[in-house]
């Protein structure tokens, strides 16, 4: 009971993602001209790192060298840099603001966080693991990197105001002291991780209704959930995705960097002990017939309430694909979306912007891709069952 209790969030949390991306992903573009007009006076570095308060406050309106601004900005932060010993038993509880920078990433605390000593390391060798699996950079050249993202609506004010930290992704642990019903999301510009697992459990045993909830939460850290949402920045940082292939990468991901890490990390190991796969419902079954209309439609009518097909079919396309057409699949398909600068937005679908994407799958992959991916699914037993599918393995 106290599995399937733990995956209903977990399926609840997946869900209503695409719910909490819409209302995130608009964050930040309005510092670009700031950013551009300043990365010329480079020259002016040793003198603004040794900036005083005052100067530093105005790192966001002024047009200082970008490195300056960065260690400006981080200097003059009251919050403390944490790191941590890479032993899985040892925790970190949070008790204000606090960071950690990694190889890859800026991993942004808030009060009552708790984490494993091994926690930066697992998220780490998760980043490293997607862009290896999907041939994909996630820090992209041709891309903008703005400052880390006003989070005030979490916080009530902007702790990391200012700061820039180049192309490392910024990851949010977020505690739900409000008992708001916060989820995990991602867009291309920030990651916010909103799990149970990581509220501490002196914070978690104060809050009533919480206690009431424990038999849902785990006692590890879900990385499959941490490789969802990290794919979806790594993704989204290259190109725009149809939802069906953006949860579906997400999704396959999450469960194929688990596979690939559990020998490594004990941490992962026991996701992959403890995990519960199962398919979401589906609105009508596929096959060589509906398979490209499907893919064209998206899903996009389906209710929040019923979302999930797309994760599956989205996450059966991706494994097609790679046994298919071989392991550079997911490069090959990024790159055309890219070369064709296509653009979908999934909070204003637009059918033939939809069918474009059909149409680079087709143009990599052949005409017949979405016949052939009917095909396989009828094979292999892949949406094939409208009310969800519970494999026994
Ligand atoms: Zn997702």
Redesign the pocket.
Known sequence: MKKTDGKKFSALV?SL??AG?TVLCSCTKSDSEDKDSAKTETTAATTVTETTTEATTEATTTTEATETTTLSAREASPYEEITLDGVKEHHFIATDYCYIETEKCFIFMEKDIEIPGDFAIVLDAIIVEIENELGISATPDDRNYFDVADMSVHYGFNPWEGWDIGNKIPVFLYVDHEEEGLIS??CEDFCILAMWELFSDEFWNSVPSYVERSDARRDYVDYAEVA??IT?TITLRNCYLTDIL??GV??YMGRLVIDALADQYPSIAEVQEDRFLFDYMIPEVVNADNAERIFVEDYHDLSAADRGAE?VYGRYLCQFLEEEYGDDFYRQMNDKIKSKQLEYSSYNYDEAVAAQYAEALKEVFGDDVFTKFGKWCVSNHALQELGGWFPMD
Do not use: P, R
């Open positions: 997946l993602m695409m991306s999301n991602a969802h949402e979806h953006a949860e997400a999704d994760y």
